[in-house]
């Protein structure tokens, strides 16, 4: 059983876990470097989950708050233009909330202040920047994420009450190679996106040199963003590494002015960074970050932001669950058992006993087991499967909501053999052998148990019950049932999940068809009620045809069948069945009275007719074409009515045996 309750008093909890941490962000001191708790989602510092500037799609349990603050600075010379020292100092808040299995929303404040010898004034301040976002992602795959991120940033103006405005969609991933292996715990990030915002015209362009642009952030044109980094979640820290890269759009021959005012390639100043960091992660539920980024490009192009030799950053991020803060209820990969208040008692021998006997196992080596349950054909986390350990007291762990993980309670080192079950699919047991001290982790497959359909079967003819054979083709294994008079009435059969195509003989009667679907679990009432065979046959097999000793009959000049052609249209289902035609091509002719055109038309329509209705009966249609020739096609003169009634026929051409 696995819960968390919020009642005050005296506690104990299971040996090996930690009672006070939340799941959504444990402490990882402690630790195995392949525990799959060392992952921490934290903020980034424009909010939301992910590394430095990168964002993740992974965007980590529903209903955590994320708090963040981040702070830059670095000093330098000869930047942007030589001569110039310049000096910067930024500060981010951020919050992130994932009200959503998939979607993250986020909101930062930004500020800053440049100082650089070359601008006027030498202090340049840069208030008042926000930004919006919602990310959507989804898990595609097992331990791939993949969805969009869309920002919309206000940009104020200086010395004004003027506001530009930014926009920014991207596409996110985040692929987790600890899916492939527990021993590779290796994250990797990837975002492509535009860049939009109008601070171009915030201010004159002609009045400001490089220095001013960089202090003020002026970008004029619109960019094509592009980021990969990767990160490696282990106890105490999680290092990373990202690098960006950013395209200017537009640019009018590919070049820009220099500071000097001659002209440089738009691809050497394209702005490119290198960024080395790491989170630590020891303190429950806060992170903090160090990083250094480096600046790849070293040329300056006027209207395109360039980037320092280096900035340092320090940042730190809280998450918080409200739900947890607000003594609500949250499931969580622990068990808490509350005991009522202290009452003085003698042990009796067994107690003492028992007692004994725990002391030992607690004083034992002990190990865990953490791991994630997947559907072995779909290869999705499943939620809420029950993992236990056979042989042993304790009671089952439950994979966490969301993305499967569990982590079993402290266990003696040795083998160790584990139950797995949830409902729906087939129980399955894995046994382990736990080194002391460390975690094992492993990936569990549950193959979904595939419960049979039951089909109602009745074959009447004129409500009284006759003796016929039914066949099964396709669905996991064709078979052939055969029933008598006593219980051809119902019948219940038991079939696989599939679809099926039906076929039901018996002698005297016209053989029928009919394709079924079968789903898993489900009931189904299937009834056939044949027809006699006439005494007289109008329909027989010739070669590679269906001949008709009796027109099929339409409606005058319209494609409705007559009724009285519908028995003959019966006898052409039974020879389909009998005869072992699989498909079969229906041909619509008239004679040459009227428009040609209309005539080519009412000839197709009547073939469809009869299809259509062939297909009512039972047939697969991918059994069954139809096409129509007008007047193109006689097999006797149009000269006599006789003639035109012979061309005013419909043909059945047997096209696969």
């Given amino acids: 059983m696995v819960g968390y309750s919020t009642q005050p008093g005296p506690s104990t909890s299971s040996p090996g876990l930690d009672q006070t941490y939340e799941a959504h962000s444990p402490s990882t ?37 994320r708090f963040s603050a981040t702070g830059e600075f670095f000093s330098t010379p000869d930047f942007p233009v030589q001569g110039a020292n310049n000096t910067r100092t930024g500060g981010t808040f951020a919050v992130g909330y994932v009200p959503l299995d998939f979607l993250d929303l986020s909101l930062a404040y930004t500020a800053s202040t440049n100082t650089n010898t070359r601008s006027s004034p030498n202090l340049i301040q840069a208030l008042g920047d926000v930004t919006l976002g919602a990310r959507a992602t989804k898990q595609w795959l097992p331990g791939l994420w993949a969805g969009a991120d869309v920002r919309v940033m206000t940009f104020s103006g200086v010395g004004s009450n003027q506001i530009a405005f930014g926009f920014s969609p991207r596409v996110v991933a985040t692929y987790d190679a600890r899916s492939l292996s527990p021993t590779l715990p290796l994250r990797v990030h990837a975002n492509l996106g535009l860049l939009m915002d109008g601070t171009g015209s915030l201010v004159d362009a002609g009045r ?3 220095a001013e642009e960089y202090a003020l952030g002026i970008n004029r044109y619109s960019r094509l963003g592009v980021g990969f980094g990767l990160e490696a979640p282990l106890p105490v820290v999680t290092p990373f590494i990202e690098y960006g890269l950013t395209s200017p759009l537009g640019v009018p021959d590919g070049q820009l002015a220099a500071p000097d005012g001659s002209l440089v390639p738009v691809g050497s100043v394209a702005p490119q960074t290198l960024g080395l960091g790491v989170k630590l992660t020891a303190v429950q539920n806060l992170t903090f970050t160090a990083a250094a980024e480096f600046g790849l490009t070293r040329m300056v192009g006027m209207g395109v932001q360039p980037v320092p030799p280096f900035n340092l950053v320090l940042g730190a991020s809280f998450n918080v669950d409200p739900a947890l803060q607000a003594g609500g209820t949250r499931v969580i990969e622990r068990v808490v058992v509350r005991e009522p208040a202290l009452v003085e008692r003698t042990p009796t021998p067994v107690q003492t006993q028992a007692a004994q006997t725990t002391a030992q196992v607690a004083q034992a080596a002990t190990a865990q087991v953490s791991g994630v349950v997947v559907d072995a054909k779909t290869r999705q986390p499943l ?12 009671p089952p762990v439950a994979s966490a909501p969301g993305d499967g993980r569990f982590l079993t309670y402290a266990l003696p080192s040795g083998p ?11 129980p399955l047991e894995k046994e382990l052998v736990l080194e002391a001290g460390k975690t094992v982790s492993v990936e569990l497959e549950l193959v979904a148990e595939v ?29 052939q049932v055969k029933y008598s008079q006593a219980d051809a009435a119902s019948r219940q059969l038991q079939l696989p999940a599939g679809r099926y195509v039906v076929e039901v003989t018996a002698p005297g009667f016209l053989a029928q068809t009919r394709a079924v679907e079968a789903a898993d679990g489900a009931s189904l009432d299937l009834t056939f009620d044949l027809e006699p065979e006439p005494k007289q046959w109008q329909v027989k097999r010739d070669n590679d045809k269906l001949e008709l000793l009796q027109q099929v009959r339409f409606a005058d000049g319209k494609a409705v069948l007559l009724p009285d052609s519908y028995p003959l249209l019966a006898q052409v289902v039974d020879l389909m069945v009998r005869t072992g035609v699989q498909r079969l091509r229906i041909e619509g002719h008239t004679d040459n009275q009227g428009d040609k055109t209309a005539n080519l038309n009412l000839s197709k329509e009547r073939a469809r007719a009869v299809a259509d209705y062939l297909i009512k009966a039972g047939l697969d249609p991918a059994r069954l074409e139809s096409e129509g020739f007008g007047d193109s096609r006689p097999v006797a003169p149009n000269m006599t009515p006789r003639g035109r009634e012979l061309n005013r026929r419909v043909d059945f051409v047997i096209l696969d045996r």
């Fill in 208 to 210: 400001l040199n490089a």
């Fill in 451 to 479: 419960k049979p359909a039951a089909l109602a079967l009745a074959v009447t003819s004129k409500r009284k019950p006759v003796p016929a054979t039914l066949t099964f083709f396709g669905g996991p294994t064709p078979r």
């Fill in 29 to 65: 001191l402690g630790n195995s470097w392949r525990d799959a708790r060392n992952l921490r989602h934290a903020s980034t510092a424009t909010g939301g989950v992910g590394l430095l500037r990168l964002s993740g799609a992974d965007l980590g349990r529903k209903g955590v708050l």
């Fill in 416 to 426: 160790v053999k584990l139950s797995v079950r949830k409902d729906g699919y087939l």
């Fill in 383 to 394: 939620p809420s499967v029950l993992v236990a350990t056979v042989d042993s007291t304790l």
